[in-house]
């Protein structure tokens, strides 16, 4: 008797709602970002003939990445803040 396999397959969609969708596009650009930052990190140090970073490395740049990014979005958000409030207020 042989043995056979039932190989199945299922399809999804999903239906995200427009909060969901935007959370879904910052994730996705923040990905691309963090992999294009590091690819550039490797790229340069390669032409400076430098020993490429390994994992723990990048994951030190990237925590240095992540305190400029951070600094950064309060910087805008607290602009928008000040904007928003003073619209609201007149």
Do not use: I
Not at 5 to 32: D, I, N, V
Not at 35 to 40: D, I, S
Not at 70 to 82: D, E, I, S
Request: charged share 30%; with cysteine; net charge positive.
């Amino acid at each position: 008797m042989h043995d056979r396999q039932r190989l199945q397959a299922f399809m999804y969609k999903l239906m995200p709602t427009g909060e969901q969708q935007r959370q879904m596009r910052r994730f996705a650009g923040s990905c691309r970002f963090v992999f294009n930052k590091a690819l550039a990190l490797q790229k340069e140090r390669y032409e400076c003939g430098e020993k490429k970073p390994g994992c723990a490395g990048l994951c030190k740049e990237l925590t240095g990445w992540r305190k400029t990014w951070c600094r950064v979005a309060r910087t805008v958000y607290n602009k928008n803040a000040r904007a928003s409030y003073l619209v609201f207020r007149c």
